[in-house]
């Protein structure tokens, strides 16, 4: 699933190449890839209005539009947000088609069919149509302040990876960018969460802040249908330091890298240099 630097890696491209586009005629291929409200309605909104920004809460895209409604996405398992020349061939999962007024199209891409769009009335706050963006925590980019962490993990007593992983408290980490934090910060996933002392915290803190800007700066993780705006793969994963290496030597002590699973989801540490 795109986590917090594929979605900020769309952002930005979205933000380059359709701010300013108005758009001219929406289809809805599949109805059930518009979460608010019903398709018809949906595409008739936006008809006619203009890109004026696009944001980025967690792993949700916020678009504004220019009369103040607007739009949210979630990419989910394997949606993705497409900008197209007028001859360019649309990919074989289009579920949604925005014809702009440049002659491009803008398509909401999705295989697996997870993803979901939302139109926002003018009259509505993003947080009434998707009321989970109200209970994400904060925003991890420039650093977790580790007093707010230690508080919000003082009752956890699940291993650390899970509480990361939880939405309510740090906003946008996933699975990916979890293992390569605690391994940067040299604590292992399997430490209850809140069992790490103060400066354990503060070193994971930076750690979360420095593997997303860097991730950020790689164009995110292509592991299966990741791309962003203009089709492009992210290159993350080949600096990975742990994150789908099972078996292969740790770039820090050579000891092999293990796998585990919590909570369903694969989970990679170096066994010693995260005890």
């Not at 996405?73 to 993705?80: C, Q």
């Not at 949604?96 to 697996?112: C, N, P, Q, V």
Request: with cysteine; hydrophobic share 35%.
């Amino acid at each position: 699933m795109p986590e917090l630097p594929e979605v900020e890696t769309v952002r930005r491209g979205l933000e380059r190449e359709i701010v300013s586009s108005q758009i001219l005629a929406v289809k809805v291929l599949r109805p059930a890839s518009v979460g608010y409200p019903e398709p018809k309605t949906f595409a008739k909104e936006l008809i006619g209005k203009t890109f004026k920004s696009i944001r980025r809460r967690g792993k949700y895209l916020l678009i504004d539009l220019n009369d103040g409604s607007g739009m949210v996405a979630h990419l989910r398992m394997s949606g993705r947000f497409l900008v197209l020349k007028k001859r360019e061939e649309e990919p074989p999962h289009t579920r949604i088609r925005m014809e702009l007024s440049d002659g491009r199209r803008l398509i909401f891409d999705d295989m697996r069919v997870f993803g979901r769009v939302w139109f926002v009335p003018k009259d509505m706050d993003f947080e009434e149509v998707v009321p989970t963006l109200a209970e994400l925590g904060p925003e991890p980019l420039e650093g977790v302040d580790p007093k707010m962490l230690k508080e919000k993990l003082s009752r956890k007593s699940q291993p650390i990876k899970s509480a990361l992983l939880d939405q309510t408290i740090v906003a946008g980490i996933g699975n990916i960018y979890a293992d390569e934090s605690l391994h940067r910060a040299g604590i292992s996933p399997l430490r209850p969460a809140n069992d790490l002392k103060p400066k354990e915290l503060e070193k994971l803190c930076n750690e979360i802040a420095l593997v997303l800007n860097n991730a950020i700066a790689s164009g995110g993780s292509s592991l299966r249908n990741y791309t962003d705006a203009s089709g492009v793969n992210g290159n993350y994963q080949n600096e990975a330091l742990v994150y789908g290496r099972k078996g292969q030597e740790c770039r820090t002590c050579s000891k092999p890298i293990a796998r585990a699973k919590l909570a369903g989801r694969s989970t990679h540490y170096c066994p010693k240099c995260q005890r």
